[in-house]
């Protein structure tokens, strides 16, 4: 089976003569790519896109109709300085996302590779979005805003500035992320509460029964006890095996600033 190499660009789209398009890439009708922007190698942009200016897609990627990338970001401290947006390989970024630019704070926004960003998703400024993550219809991200790894955010959910979402954790839809949520676990809700441990997520992804189990016990430790985050800490560091994704779960409440959901 041959491989398409040759760059289709429809006579309709506006292409800045400094963007750089890798093989195979398709740039649909009406499509606007502007200065500074390398589209990775088969790359397929819909009908209606804009990519404005100073922005990274990786290869494989599909950027469905009317999606917005590498905008100015929405920061009333933004002055003009240059930044950029960065999109992993194989990323889906379906109709009317927008990915807005970082600012000087960090200087990029980043999306992973392997996402799906459903329709009408916002990614603010200074983002950093991790690899195999789904973001489902119209999730809000204020600026500064992470989230790790193969998490999962439910649709018409705003998420709070400067809020981490752990890895491997699933949000359900219309919540309100205004706290960082652990890794591995469930949350729903206004206000967001959680509700154990992703078992079901963390068996599908292959994590072992071994490991499953000494999360479970971490959990409990820290929600389902008296301990507060301090002696919580103390006594998992104490008590459980110091298995990597134990490790994983613990530093994350170390390195939290806003506090942890409960």
Known sequence: M???????????ALVDDSAELGEGVVVGPFCIVGPGVTLGARTRLAGHVVVERDTTVGESCQISYGAVLGTDPQDLKY????????????????EYATLNRGTAASGFTQ????????????????????????????????GHVSIEDWAIVGGMTPIHQFVRVGQHSFVGGQSRISKDVP?????????LELYGLNSVGLQRRGFSKEVRDE???????F?????????ALARAREELRALPEVEAFLSFFEGSSRGVSV
């Not at 041959?2 to 309709?12: A, C, D, G, L, Y």
């Not at 947006?85 to 889906?92: A, I, M, N, S, Y």
């Not at 676990?185 to 206000?191: N, S, T």
Request: contains cysteine; charged residues 20%.
């Open 215 to 221: 999360l479970k016990k971490a959990y409990r430790i």
């Open 223 to 231: 929600f389902a006890s008296s301990n507060n985050t301090t002696q």
């Open 183 to 191: 890794p591995y676990v469930k949350a729903a809700g206004i206000p």
């Open 79 to 94: 002055a003009g300085e240059r930044t950029s947006l960065r999109v992993g390989d194989r990323t889906v970024i379906r």
């Open 2 to 12: 041959s491989t398409v190499t040759e760059i289709q660009v429809h006579p309709t």
């Open 111 to 142: 999306v992973g590779s392997d996402c799906m960003l459903m329709s009408y998703v916002h990614v603010a400024h200074d983002c950093r979005i991790g690899d195999h993550v789904i973001l489902s219809n119209a999730v809000n991200m204020a």
